[in-house]
């Protein structure tokens, strides 16, 4: 077998934490959007998103805003 002489190296990405402030946001975020498929507080699966949800660094909340705003316009004809 031949094996290319070519060796890939991957950088580490830096993982930023999330912005204090933006945690409140992405919280009422989450709400709205499981409050859309009725699902309550008291519903364990609700919890450990919400849980998880404030561990999320930087890109990946950036990521949740980005689902949030096509999901906000699809079903409820509006970006906020």
Known sequence: TYLS?????????????????ELPIVREKARQILGDVDMQPDNLIYRRIMERLMLLNKDDINLFHSFCKFYLKKYHGRVK
């Open 5 to 21: 002489k070519v060796t890939l190296q991957w950088k580490k990405k830096s993982i930023d934490p999330p912005v204090e402030a």
